[in-house]
């Protein structure tokens, strides 16, 4: 900092203060809003002095008094789970074998990519026409009819794997393309030396190039864990989060929006939500400061 | 929702306005002017409801309005009606049009933002709970102009208590639909009684159909089933009061709907949670299924050369002493904000939205509703819209359905979910009960 003059240090303090502040403003303002919220029963109409604080109340209800709330949970740590063990490696996976410059690799990088750039309302329809009990083209593919048709949005003990599975084929795309920028960026001299020093494939892979790329694995741990939490839009397209696909995005928002409106009892869910985030947030935090250090 | 929900409109929100656009300045000048006038020009309304509006001297100016027919069908038909009043009264209505659900998703903020000072809304519990909030103009001197108009059913349906806060433009029944030439290949009756129609669905079993047609996706269609239940079982009065709050949903009389339910349940479609409403449509088109419980926009699933075939009837009686003269028929209509910028001309506005005129126009554009009107013509009626008018008219009490009929906050968040558990798994009903009890419980007492 001496080094600096005071030119440079205004310049600095700009620089920092004002995403600051924007971020204060547009994030943690709002958050804290949520919090003070989750204490009262607000239904979202009148002023300040229509807002009745009810304690902790919305919170006992939620724990005692809220079946989907359980589900909600158990879901959204499924989501993490399937996402970690299965579409996030297979994303990096695919970066990997497109990283290798195969004819026609542009082709198989658009086909995983598109996904990621449809908009919602299509890739709910196109599930739809995949998934749908009467007219879905897997039933028809599996040859199956009447009674013995698989209900795959509509049974609760199934649907949510068949959302995973719309799900990861988004995420996929996502991270396959962070994961191939990062790839891209590695030297090339690093591989050329292993391969001199007798390395296969594999062994280069996981020894130089894996190591190397400790950023970007990192951003892409993050983003599997931010998706996992925030996952929300296909569940509310098939059915609003209802019927064995309740997660806990579509439970505030179900209860947030529309003429429900139960602003207080929404917050509560969403202040659920925060405190899980943060718990994610001090660990990610914890281990970055300790590589610091290091 | 209890209808069609619009297909997602990609801008979501179009301004469009008729006519001149009035700066808002100069539009409060004239409301306060035009309100001075009010009061000295008194409201010679004692004509015959022939259905123009009267009194047009005391409103001028431009009124506003906000609505959420933004499918193009609808979104014409009302366009048609504005014209007619712009013509007839020389006011301009400038109009916001935002799609169906963003509209319904989005209505607390829009009443406490800055609301066009009237708007498209339902009759029944869902308008008088804004009303309750303040936010809704009372328009009793409208009714008294236009209140002969109507019957007593729809009177009671637009007040809250002794004001009258709504006008109604059309509404619908739900029934039993299902195919003329279906039911007259097997030689099928039409059934009167609840062993009728037990009869009758294993009959349609053993020609190899489905008997009842269910899809409930979306989480609202089987609240149509639990409603006429309910009123066969329970009888109307009962409904109502549940549906109010002032009953106990986990009491022997709701457990009686829910047995009779699981008892018919069998005769319907398998898996409904993972059926779309108009997939479930689509089976009674194609005669897959032979019945099908639903409001009269089922008619939209057929083609239109095969409109003439779909027919209905109401759902049988269950108890002898309660009969079969309720159902549920939705009635969409119009609201006055509590502070519109030009009253006069927005009760103007009103005064013609309750005429026949108004309603003929709207209904000759849309073959699955009827004017609510009495006056309305209905000699363009086809003979499914003439059977709605019968039934209706002769109705002894008519529901709104469920989601209009009680907190909508109950219906979206506890009920919708209850019932989709109930019909996956129909054997436990002590726990569909207690849920809803539960809920009942959380949402009428602590929210108030």
Redesign the interface.
């Known amino acids: 900092m001496r080094l600096l003059t005071a030119r440079d240090r205004v310049v600095l303090g700009l620089m920092i203060g004002v995403p600051a502040l924007f971020v204060l403003a547009i994030v943690w303002l709002p958050t804290l809003g949520t919090i003070l919220l989750s204490f009262t029963?607000w239904?979202?109409?009148?002023g300040l002095d229509r807002i009745e604080v009810?304690g902790l109340?919305n919170y006992e209800?939620i724990i005692t008094?809220y079946?989907?709330f359980d589900i909600a949970v158990r879901n959204n740590l499924l989501w993490l789970g399937v996402f970690f063990l299965v579409a996030t490696p297979l994303g990096m996976f695919m970066a990997v074998l497109l990283d290798r410059e195969l004819r026609g690799s542009w082709f198989y990088r658009s086909a995983l990519y598109l996904p990621v750039v449809l908009s919602l309302?299509l890739a709910g329809f196109i599930w739809q026409l995949q998934?749908?009990?009467?007219?879905g083209l897997i039933n028809a593919v599996l040859g199956l009819e009447g009674?013995e048709?698989i209900?795959?949005?509509?049974?609760?003990s199934i649907?949510i794997w068949a959302v995973l599975v719309a799900a990861s084929w988004r995420h996929v795309g996502y991270i396959m393309l962070l994961y191939l920028a990062g790839l891209k960026a590695v030297d090339p001299a690093l591989r050329e030396a292993a391969q001199v020093d007798g390395a296969s494939e594999a062994r280069t892979f996981f020894s130089v190039v894996f190591p190397t790329m400790a950023p970007i694995n990192i951003v892409v741990l993050v983003i599997t864990v931010i998706e996992s939490l925030r996952a929300f839009d296909l569940v509310w397209v098939?059915?609003?989060g209802?019927?064995g696909l309740e997660v806990l995005g579509a439970l505030v928002l179900?209860?947030l929006?529309?003429?429900?409106?139960?602003v207080g009892f929404g917050s509560a869910i969403a202040t659920l939500l925060i405190v899980i985030s943060v718990v994610f947030i001090v660990v990610y935090l914890g281990t970055i400061l300790r590589e610091e250090r290091k | 929702m209890a209808q069609r929900l619009a297909s997602?409109s990609l801008s979501g929100f179009a301004r469009r306005s008729s006519g001149l656009v009035v700066p808002r300045r100069a539009v409060l000048a004239g409301a306060g002017a035009a309100g001075a006038m009010g009061v000295l020009a008194a409201c010679g309304g004692d004509e015959e409801s022939s259905g123009s509006a009267s009194g047009g001297a005391a409103a001028s100016g431009s009124t506003s309005l906000g609505s959420n027919r933004g499918d193009e069908v609808p979104r014409a038909a009302e366009d048609e009606m504005i014209a007619a009043f712009e013509e007839e009264s020389g006011i301009t209505v400038e109009t916001n049009v935002v799609d169906n659900e963003s509209f319904?998703?989005?209505?607390?903020?829009y009443l406490?933002g800055n609301p066009q000072d009237v708007f498209t809304w339902f009759a029944g519990f869902?308008a008088r709970f804004f009303d309750d909030?303040g936010f809704i103009g009372d328009i009793s001197d409208v009714w008294e102009d236009i209140g002969s108009g109507f019957t007593d059913a729809f009177r009671e349906a637009s007040s809250n208590g002794d004001r009258q806060i709504f006008v109604p433009l059309y509404n619908y029944p739900w029934a039993v639909f299902y195919r003329k030439s279906v039911f007259e290949e097997n030689g099928w009756a039409i059934p009167e009684t609840l062993d009728d129609f037990v009869a009758l669905c294993e009959e349609i079993q053993g020609a190899g159909l489905t008997p009842v047609a269910l899809g409930d996706?979306?989480?609202w269609p089987a609240m149509g089933t639990f409603d006429i239940l309910n009123m066969r079982i329970n009888g109307y009065d009962y409904h109502i009061d549940l549906m109010a709050g002032n009953q106990d949903w986990d009491s022997g009389e709701v457990r009686a709907v829910f047995e009779q339910w699981a008892e018919l349940l069998p005769y319907h479609q398998?898996?409904?949670?993972?059926?779309t409403w108009q997939?479930a449509a689509?089976?009674l088109v194609q005669g897959e299924s032979a019945m099908y419980v639903l409001g009269m926009f089922v008619g939209e699933q057929f083609p239109e050369e095969e409109r003439e075939d779909l027919d209905f009837f109401t759902f049988p009686e269950i108890d002898p002493e309660i009969g079969s003269g309720a159902l549920d028929a939705p009635i969409d209509g119009y609201m006055m904000t509590a502070n519109p910028e030009n009253e006069e001309a927005a009760k103007e506005f009103l005064r013609f939205l309750g005429s026949a005129q108004a309603g003929e126009i709207f209904v000759a554009s849309s073959p699955n509703s009827i004017a609510a009107h009495s006056d309305a013509d209905t000699s363009g009626y086809n003979s499914l819209q003439q059977k709605a008018v019968d039934l209706i008219s002769n109705a002894d009490g008519i529901a709104q359905f469920l989601d209009r009929d009680t907190r909508?906050?109950f219906a979206?968040?506890i009920v919708?979910?209850t019932l989709?558990?109930f019909l996956?798994d129909p054997s436990d009903i002590d726990t569909v009960l207690a849920?809803l009890q539960?809920?009942k419980e959380?949402?009428f007492v602590?929210?108030?």
Do not use: C, F, K, M
């Open positions: 029963s239904n979202g109409i009148g009810v109340r209800n008094n079946p989907p309302a998934y749908s009990r009467d007219q009674a048709r209900d795959w949005y509509g049974d609760p649907n098939v059915n609003r209802r019927n179900a209860n929006t529309g003429e429900a409106s139960l | 997602p319904q998703e989005s209505i607390n903020s406490q869902r909030q996706q979306d989480g398998a898996d409904p949670n993972g059926r997939d689509a089976s909508p906050d979206s968040t919708i979910p989709q558990n996956n849920d539960a809920g959380r949402l602590d929210q108030g």
